[in-house]
């Protein structure tokens, strides 16, 4: 196998683990402190009225996009479940810091101690590496020219 044809090979499924241990590591530590959680969801001024349900949502949705993200069969599909998911949660944190007075953060871990704008550019730069693993494993060359 020559070396360009590895790399359209390996860089998606890196970026899918990548992808599985950030969804897993997030999921895990909104539910190690569930209640936290749950209460910084209630204290969004978008959220207020579902943070009960959305509180499980979320970390379910990552362990499922986690688990498609490491199989070959739903891989490509969940990139772009993945690039739907970022994007929802980019655009959440861009309306909450436009129209709202109160931002809290119900990010978990690590993820808690970033700023607004570096949060903003962590999901920008997960945001690029879905759409470049798309792109990379596209299944034709038709989507391929369409997309670019």
């Known amino acids: 196998m020559k070396g360009s044809k590895k790399v359209k090979v390996w860089f998606p499924y890196a970026i899918s683990m990548l992808y599985a241990i950030l969804f897993i590591y997030a999921a895990t530590s909104k539910l190690w402190d569930f209640q936290q959680f749950k209460i910084q969801l209630g204290q969004s001024p978008v959220l207020t009225a579902y943070a009960a349900w959305i509180a499980w949502l979320v970390p379910i949705t990552e362990y499922a996009l986690a688990f498609l993200l490491l199989m070959d069969s739903t891989r490509y599909r969940a990139h772009y479940a993945t690039l739907g998911l970022m994007a929802m949660f980019t655009t959440y944190i861009l309306l909450v810091l436009n129209f709202s007075a109160y931002v809290p953060c119900s990010c ?41």
Do not use: R
């Open 108 to 148: 978990g871990g690590v993820l808690e101690d970033l700023g607004w704008t570096e949060h903003i550019i962590f999901n920008l730069f997960f945001i690029g590496l879905s759409i470049m693993a798309i792109l990379q494993s596209a299944p034709n060359k038709t989507l391929k020219a369409t997309l670019l």
